[in-house]
């Protein structure tokens, strides 16, 4: 139900569906996520010897597709909602397995292709009834752009990133020890946690303050700048917030990043996202920029069932049978209604009628219809409304249009 | 989009939606597919030293479940669509990966559970556009009875059912060949083959006169002349055709057997299933009959992408700007448009107007509406039709009665 929302959502912008397969050569994921994802992903051999693993994320083998397909048609605007995999410690019987719903828009380098994924994101939250949301956003161009300026190696800046990815998690203090256990002098950790301290327009003033000579920076800045303006005309005024502890988990971010909350949801991030314009060169396709966001799934379906509680969905109608005798009778009203559009089921299991109905209230179905010799006769059925217990006299051809004004 | 359908139609009928892990542990998966499918299982071990393996179909996994799940109300009536794997001889990059949409109902010993997952397919079928169903059925009890009365060890049977299963592919001399290979004698091979010559009633017949002395194949004969029964009421009539060749590889089957064809689709089976009563007991839960249908995808796709060529589906509207000094107001018209549910998408490349025309021309978009300055101020736009290149002015708020009307 849920799916079909974000999906329906998600075509209306213009997105089209497209999968890849589950499991890609070793290569194909291999050092594209990051060292920490690398040691996450199931990997195994198949028959003839090949390495392979599942994908850990969605945009990897994209990337791959998209990279041997040159001649797509720009911008290729996609969607896909599929099931990912990263490993951790074995416990019982879980595997770590999630669904993500992401849309990438590849070849276009505008800030606009990364807003056109943020705010179509947005919308399909706001499609499942989520309000409130506020997107962190930062530029790797910046941080970039400070740990140059720093002249810290791109290796120790992939340490730097990875502690400062946890900031909100561990707090400053645990950040900055990981960051000096990353061979960083206590003043350099100092420069970049302070980056961190200014949100919305003091961050702005900031970065133009103390990295005005980065090229990187400055670049950054101005992304992040164009991110701001297109606020408006996306739908997004006032939910936008500069960031700069923002980083994202993955390596293979280039530009802008994105992190989705929404505030009447009590939990981290349900998506998150950024611009990858290297991703697809490293497949042998040709220089390509691409931006995407993904939805958790599964943390959506948490947001929901803490708003809504259990239950929607399921059939409307139960056609009870009186006995065995009019059971198929039953089925086949059963598969009319449904095919008039009502969810609806009959019973298969040839239970009495007292049985059938504990099963219709069990399963929380609103209305039973009740088949008999006589009514079949008569072409009269009992509608009984199983929450208030009441009964209705009704013409089968009556019964679409009664459920569906109730 | 025709998952979508599909859905719909299972959720119409009462299926639920559940999905469980592709990665199962090695034990689950093993030996419950038979042999062959055992070898297609791409296996792996876990950083824990675990064995584990991706789920070959959606029934075992479903079954697993079931059984650690024993208070789950029946008749539990679900429904999964989702990627299944069964390896082959590597090639190109390809790995064998599918997609099926399975039906289940666990709970119900009766053909009515049978009839209702086949008719329910069917139904699924029908909404995407197909017709001209024949349903072949069988039922594994009267192959049973006929190897037991041979005196043929399960073994030698397991051979026998899986050379049986490859008749219409390879023809009755491959098949008595390989029967001979699994050490029957002539007169066996042709008692077996004798079995399949007849359809229909005659079909029936012949097991009433030749299998009399079974009882495993008077219990099978009975439930096919049940669902045969069935067929009014479950809207099959005349689709059903008994055919006791059929087989269905798998060897969790117990009891009825079916494969759906569509007459108008060029290409073999799409879809079958059968009962499978003794696989939850296998996973250590209460003696539980189940059955279920499983229709392949990837083999819809085919038949409907043959029926009505490409196309479809993608954006109705492309909302296209004269300069980039009303690009954003593009944008912000084309998030409206979407948002009153029609699929809509606006240049997020800032390309120039000829440009973004090509594009909506090339992506089979019906649609341009033009955004410029001077239209924003009259607030009257041009909307052109790509098929007749006719051009209308049109105020914005029309524009979604004018579309639907269209």
Same mark, same amino acid.
């Given at each position: 139900? %849920?799916?079909?929302?974000?999906? @329906?959502? *998600?075509?209306?912008?213009?997105?089209? #569906? !497209?999968?890849?397969?589950?499991?890609? !050569?070793?290569?194909?994921?291999?050092?594209?996520?990051?060292?920490?994802?690398?040691?996450?992903?199931?990997?195994?051999?198949?028959?003839?010897?090949?390495?392979?693993?599942?994908?850990?994320?969605?945009?990897?083998?994209?990337?791959?597709?998209?990279? /041997?397909?040159?001649?797509?048609?720009?911008?290729?605007?996609?969607?896909?909602?599929?099931?990912?995999?990263?490993?951790?410690?074995?416990?019982?019987? @879980?595997? @770590?397995? *999630?669904?993500?719903?992401?849309?990438?828009?590849?070849?276009?380098?505008?800030?606009?292709?990364? !807003?056109?994924?943020?705010?179509?994101?947005?919308?399909?939250?706001?499609?499942?009834?989520? /309000?409130?949301?506020?997107?962190?956003?930062?530029?790797?161009?910046?941080?970039?752009?400070?740990?140059?300026?720093?002249?810290?190696?791109?290796?120790?800046?992939?340490?730097?990133?990875?502690?400062?990815?946890?900031?909100?998690?561990?707090?400053?203090?645990?950040?900055?020890?990981?960051?000096?256990?990353?061979?960083?002098?206590?003043?350099?950790? +100092?420069? %970049?946690?302070?980056?961190?301290?200014?949100?919305?327009? #003091?961050?702005?003033?900031?970065?133009?303050?103390?990295?005005?000579? /980065?090229?990187?920076? !400055?670049?950054?800045?101005?992304?992040?700048?164009?991110?701001?303006?297109?606020? &408006?005309?996306?739908?997004?005024?006032?939910?936008?917030?500069?960031? *700069?502890?923002?980083?994202?988990?993955?390596?293979?971010?280039? $530009? &802008?990043?994105?992190?989705?909350?929404?505030?009447?949801?009590?939990?981290?991030?349900?998506? $998150?996202?950024? @611009?990858?314009?290297?991703?697809?060169?490293?497949?042998?396709?040709?220089?390509?920029?691409?931006?995407?966001?993904?939805?958790?799934?599964?943390?959506?379906?948490?947001?929901?069932?803490?708003?809504?509680?259990?239950?929607?969905?399921?059939?409307?109608?139960?056609?009870?049978?009186?006995? +065995?005798?009019?059971?198929?009778?039953?089925?086949? %009203?059963?598969?009319?209604?449904?095919? /008039?559009?009502?969810?609806?089921?009959?019973?298969?299991?040839?239970?009495?009628?007292?049985?059938?109905?504990?099963?219709? #209230?069990?399963?929380?179905?609103?209305?039973?219809? %009740?088949?008999?010799?006589?009514?079949?006769?008569?072409?009269?059925?009992?509608?009984?409304?199983?929450?208030?217990?009441? #009964?209705?006299?009704?013409?089968?051809?009556?019964?679409?249009?009664?459920?569906?004004?109730?």
């Amino acid at each position: 139900m %849920i799916l079909d929302s974000v999906r @329906r959502v *998600f075509e209306c912008h213009g997105f089209e #569906e !497209m999968d890849t397969p589950a499991i890609e !050569m070793w290569e194909v994921l291999a050092a594209k996520g990051g060292e920490e994802v690398e040691r996450q992903i199931y990997k195994f051999q198949d028959k003839g010897g090949r390495w392979l693993g599942l994908r850990f994320d969605l945009t990897v083998p994209l990337a791959r597709v998209v990279a /041997s397909n040159p001649d797509l048609t720009k911008p290729f605007k996609r969607y896909c909602i599929a099931k990912v995999w990263r490993y951790e410690e074995p416990q019982s019987g @879980r595997f @770590r397995e *999630f669904v993500q719903a992401d849309i990438d828009i590849v070849g276009s380098p505008k800030m606009e292709a990364d !807003m056109e994924c943020v705010s179509t994101a947005v919308d399909a939250l706001r499609g499942i009834g989520l /309000s409130g949301f506020e997107v962190k956003i930062n530029n790797r161009k910046i941080l970039e752009g400070i740990v140059e300026g720093l002249g810290i190696d791109s290796v120790k800046a992939g340490r730097v990133f990875r502690a400062l990815d946890r900031l909100e998690k561990v707090g400053a203090e645990a950040v900055a020890a990981e960051m000096a256990g990353a061979g960083l002098s206590d003043s350099e950790v +100092e420069r %970049i946690l302070d980056l961190t301290e200014f949100k919305g327009n #003091e961050a702005l003033d900031y970065v133009k303050r103390e990295l005005a000579g /980065s090229k990187a920076a !400055m670049e950054g800045l101005q992304e992040l700048e164009k991110v701001l303006d297109l606020a &408006p005309p996306f739908g997004l005024s006032g939910a936008l917030e500069v960031d *700069f502890s923002l980083v994202r988990g993955l390596d293979y971010y280039t $530009g &802008p990043v994105f992190e989705i909350k929404a505030k009447d949801a009590q939990i981290g991030s349900i998506g $998150g996202g950024g @611009r990858y314009d290297r991703l697809i060169e490293r497949f042998g396709g040709p220089p390509t920029p691409a931006t995407g966001i993904s939805l958790g799934v599964e943390r959506l379906n948490e947001v929901l069932a803490a708003k809504i509680g259990s239950g929607a969905g399921g059939p409307v109608v139960f056609v009870a049978n009186v006995n +065995e005798s009019v059971m198929a009778d039953a089925i086949r %009203i059963s598969r009319e209604i449904a095919s /008039s559009g009502i969810p609806s089921e009959a019973d298969i299991m040839g239970r009495r009628l007292g049985r059938q109905l504990e099963y219709a #209230e069990k399963r929380g179905i609103p209305y039973v219809l %009740i088949v008999g010799p006589e009514e079949l006769k008569s072409g009269k059925f009992k509608l009984r409304d199983m929450g208030r217990k009441g #009964e209705v006299e009704v013409l089968l051809g009556d019964l679409p249009s009664l459920l569906l004004k109730k």
